[in-house]
């Protein structure tokens, strides 16, 4: 008797097919969604198959005519092929009302990355349907974006060793990759990947229904962006397809259900994997592997791609986004558990992730540029650099970030801006109390002078690379503003119904050091009395202060930041260890080394900094000054403003 196919690394958890309340709850489950767009119409389905063809024919006619021109051969051009390929939501057939397509371009050898964003970026730039074209050459990986027809597209280019690229090729193939440069494997990983899963998952139906509420989950609950450190869609339906292969003949509803279950009791970062690692075939292409790379052994929470060159998909996640994402977890263990007994339904999953009322003091990012074209841009350069300053952090706060960019209203005459916001969540560490009260230590203030300035070395680097040198004047019209606000000052459009909650009045009553509680009218007339002498009378200024070595100084509240529910930070975490393990998935257990980094000088302030970026020119002569910033960084000229510190660049 032959044994029943496995899918991924391990055994299914479960082979129990589902009965009829499961069967009914994936009914409801169905009809929850369909308010949420998360379905397309037939009439929207065939738009995108006509836009995939219409762009596949500009595709191929665009290679015949590169190829014919360089080398003079029209049947050679005739006969070389060339297609597209789709990825991404769109390949796994979860794509969502208004959602994009991601494009791969795959061109036989004679075609060059150079033409693809030279000739071809020509031929979209002419094109009557193409609106909102823009090229990201030095990306890691690079691509098109752009409008097509009213579908938003990403359109990557991969080229291969081939003079012909037949029409049903499979870019699975390990082969294909042979003698290709590191961005052209980049840009076929994603269809790889996303046909690797596809075959790795036993019922392609439960799959994608599963999907589409877990996607729609992650994106309400604040917890889906790969680049503030989150996880992005490739990740999530890796996850999705391993719940499938614990429960191959489960249905939707009991898919959902197990999602939870299974994550919020995952051991990270031991690494998801929908199947066993593949071994490098000979063409030394880097592999996620953190036996011997300590900046993978250091990753939090490993999903690893099923096709080669295997590659963490989550290598962005830190310490703060994996906790909110494991809590969210567990939520969903709750809600699924009321959905089943009847208490709730679907729509409970799906409520709105109270991100701002959950925190109370936030660092707010913002950018800003004075025209739309160089807006977009370094919006996206900036973005880029939060994860890093929210890693800046001091250890005894998290940074999260809300994975949404505010646009900021703006006047006609006022430059374009937008806004990130960090939650900041106060660590408690568990540490012995001493026996005499007055050798407690006074909580320390969270500073933020260290994330800005790497935040500013990260903008001033990566803009020099993006935009190329410019005068002072020019660069002075990009600026990034770092604030720390309280819950009580943000803009009201930062909350879902476009209102700030009411703002709580406290009303404490404070007593004089001399004053008695007391339940008995006699003892508190007698304590009035005593009271009123000049010997145990107190002063109002008196209950304001604290008094230390002699010394009396008066507290700020607004010195100490704290949240509602503070979390314990296990210090063993950054700790390094010397264990080399035998195992990939052992490595990822036992091994969490951080990587070293090289940190800027420090140089701005923690509670207002505006940074206006100027480009790093290798000829400028930086003075050292007080402060010992390095010559390899630009100096900063600190001038004083009423709310905080301006920063500028001084050559």
């Excluded at 197990?258 to 051991?267: A, D, G, N, R």
Aim: proline share 7%; charged share 30%; net charge negative.
């Amino acid at each position: 008797m032959s044994q029943p196919k496995t899918h991924g690394v391990c055994e299914p958890i479960s082979m129990v097919k589902p009965n009829s309340m499961d069967m009914e709850l994936q009914e409801k489950l169905k009809k929850g969604l369909q308010p949420f767009d998360v379905f397309e119409t037939k009439e929207e389905i065939d738009h995108r198959k006509a836009v995939l063809a219409e762009m596949n024919m500009l595709v191929c006619d665009w290679i015949k005519d590169v190829i014919e021109q360089k080398t003079g051969s029209k049947e050679l051009a005739a006969k070389a092929g060339g297609h597209i390929f789709t990825f991404g939501s769109f390949r796994l057939g979860v794509n969502a009302r208004a959602g994009d397509i991601d494009t791969l371009v795959v061109c036989p050898i004679h075609v060059s990355r150079e033409d693809f964003f030279d000739t071809f970026y020509t031929i979209l730039e002419n094109h009557p349907d193409v609106e909102n074209l823009h090229a990201v050459e030095e990306a890691f990986v690079p691509a098109i974006k752009l409008d097509f027809m009213e579908i938003e597209m990403d359109l990557l280019f991969a080229r291969l060793a081939l003079d012909k690229i037949p029409a049903d090729i499979d870019l699975k193939e390990i082969a294909l990759l042979k003698n290709l440069d590191q961005k052209c494997v980049r840009s076929l990983n994603g269809c790889r990947v996303t046909d690797s899963i596809l075959s790795l998952v036993p019922n392609h139906e439960a799959f994608r229904l599963t999907l589409r509420t877990i996607k729609l989950w992650a994106k309400k609950r604040a917890i889906y962006s790969n680049v503030l450190g989150f996880i992005g869609g490739v990740a999530w339906a890796m996850l999705v397809a391993r719940v499938c292969q614990f429960y191959p003949n489960a249905c939707a509803s009991q898919l959902v259900s197990k999602f939870f279950l299974v994550f919020s009791e995952w051991k990270w970062p031991t690494p998801v994997m929908l199947c066993e690692f593949i071994k490098d075939p000979g063409y030394n292409f880097k592999q996620w592997d953190p036996r011997f790379d300590e900046y993978d052994a250091a990753h939090k929470m490993p999903i690893i791609t099923p096709s080669y060159p295997c590659q963490d998909a989550c290598y962005n996640v830190m310490t703060g986004t994996l906790e909110a994402m494991v809590e969210e977890f567990k939520r969903g263990v709750n809600v699924c558990k009321d959905i089943t007994l009847g208490k709730e339904t679907w729509v409970k999953l799906w409520q709105n992730n109270e991100f701002f009322l959950t925190h109370k003091t936030f660092a707010v990012i913002s950018a800003s540029a004075p025209n739309k074209e160089e807006y977009t841009a370094f919006a996206g350069l900036v973005q880029s650099c939060i994860r890093k300053f929210i890693e800046n952090i001091p250890e005894q706060a998290l940074g999260i970030p809300y994975p949404k960019e505010f646009t900021v209203p703006r006047s006609d005459d006022e430059p374009y801006k937008s806004e990130w916001y960090i939650g900041l969540k106060m660590v408690e560490k568990t540490e012995e109390k001493p026996d005499d009260p007055k050798d407690l230590k006074e909580k320390p203030k969270l500073v933020l002078k260290q994330a800005i300035d790497q935040l500013c070395y990260q903008v001033f680097r990566k803009q020099t690379l993006q935009f190329g040198e410019e005068e002072e004047e020019e660069a002075s019209r990009f600026k990034v503003n770092v604030t720390k606000k309280k819950r009580s000052d943000l803009p009201e459009y930062v909350f879902p119904d476009q209102r700030r909650p009411d703002k709580k009045e406290k009303k404490t009553r404070r007593r004089s050091k001399g004053s008695i509680k007391t339940a008995d009218p006699k003892k508190a007339t007698a304590a009035a009395d005593e009271s009123s002498t000049p010997e145990a009378s107190t002063t109002p200024s008196q209950t304001e202060t604290t008094t230390e070595n002699g010394n009396t100084t008066k507290r700020k509240a607004e010195d100490l930041i704290e949240n509602d529910k503070p979390i314990k930070r296990n210090n063993s975490d950054t700790s390094p260890s010397t264990t080399t393990p035998t195992s990939i998935a052992a490595a990822t257990t036992t091994t969490t080394t951080t990587p070293s980094t090289t940190t800027p000088p420090s140089t701005s302030t923690d509670a207002v900094s505006t940074i206006t970026p100027k480009r790093i020119v290798e000829q400028d002569v930086v003075e050292l000054d007080e402060i010992g910033q390095s010559p390899a960084v630009p100096a900063l000229n600190l001038t004083p403003q009423p709310n905080g510190l301006q920063l500028h660049l001084r050559r």
